[in-house]
């Protein structure tokens, strides 16, 4: 079992960062791959970011590439969302996630991931 605790989101001018934190309990953590999703509201959950469990190959929606960063630290079991250059359009819950995943899975899937953390709020203000 995996439990997943999100935290850092807040109120943000457009053009600034965050860094949102996934603190995970439970022994495998370190063998999941873990996942940053978000909803806005009136909207689905959406993919935003991925990492394999190894940690050798990250995924991003196209939205986010060049902005956003996922990383981990399996040491510590925490895992990472660092966010530059905010837009008005990120407002939003993020949701991490993790789940056992095949390294060929697209690893964009909400339907992959096992675990999910309570989610954050992001407000990007213009």
């Known amino acids: 079992q995996v439990q997943l605790v999100g935290s850092g989101g807040g109120l943000v001018q457009a053009g600034g960062s965050l860094r949102l934190s996934c603190a995970a309990s439970g022994p495998t953590f370190f063998r999941n791959a873990m996942g940053w999703f978000r909803q806005a509201p009136g909207q689905e959950r959406e993919f935003v970011a991925a990492m394999r469990w190894t940690g050798v190959r990250t995924y991003y929606a196209d939205s986010v590439k060049g902005r956003f960063t996922i990383s981990r630290d399996n040491a510590q079991n925490t895992g990472y969302l660092q966010m530059n250059s905010l837009k008005p359009e990120d407002t939003a819950v993020y949701y991490c996630?993790?789940?056992?995943?095949?390294?060929?899975?697209?690893?964009?899937?909400?339907?992959?991931?096992?675990?999910w953390g309570q989610g954050t709020q992001v407000t990007v203000s213009s």
């Open positions: 996630a993790a789940g056992r995943l095949s390294e060929y899975a697209p690893h964009s899937f909400l339907s992959d991931y096992k675990y």
